[in-house]
């Protein structure tokens, strides 16, 4: 009888984690990205050097390289995020322009213009990023329930919103 309790369908669990999922990168996606960026390319400089060297240095010496090429790595991770939200943002308007029937030349265009504009404005573009794909995964959550289509694109446009006034504020 507890094992019949405890089965989820994943129907049932799959909507609840993307408006989960969704909601986060909403409101603090842009941390969140970089956060993830951070610990993703230190855990794999940690990997690399404990790879190459191991335990041939001795332990603390170990140690203290584990640790400097989680960091390095790390901030070279964040480095790079800045050229993957530029890539994520042109790719992104090539996608929309063809979508809507442009010719190849003028989505290519557009992504070009929207991968410098990313590299320059990293910062919003991250935010704006995220908050573009937390709605996405809200509507599909949302749609998964038996919702006025109209009522769903009210609260997707509410909460886009909130997350642009949340991720784009100035930090004091």
Request: charged content about 5%; aromatic content about 8%; glycine content about 12%.
């Amino acid at each position: 009888m507890v094992a019949s309790l405890l089965t989820v369908q994943l129907d049932q669990l799959l909507p609840l984690a993307q408006l989960l999922v969704g909601l986060l990168l909403i409101l603090v996606g842009r941390g969140l990205v970089r956060f993830g960026a951070f610990v993703a390319a230190g855990s794999l400089g940690a990997y690399l050097i404990w790879f190459l060297i191991g335990r041939s240095l001795g332990e603390v010496a170990s140690l203290a390289l584990l640790v400097l090429g989680f960091v390095g790595f790390g901030l070279l991770g964040l480095l790079l995020l800045r050229v993957g939200v530029g890539v994520a943002s042109g790719v992104l308007a090539y996608l929309i322009a063809s979508g809507l029937g442009l010719h190849w030349f003028y989505a290519l265009a557009a992504s070009l213009v929207s991968l410098a504009v990313a590299l320059l404005w990293h910062k919003q573009a991250l935010a704006v990023l995220s908050v573009t794909v937390g709605a996405l995964l809200v509507q599909r959550g949302l749609s998964w329930h038996q919702m006025d289509p109209g009522i769903v694109v009210m609260i997707v446009a509410a909460l886009v919103a909130l997350g642009l006034t949340v991720q784009l504020r100035p930090r004091r």
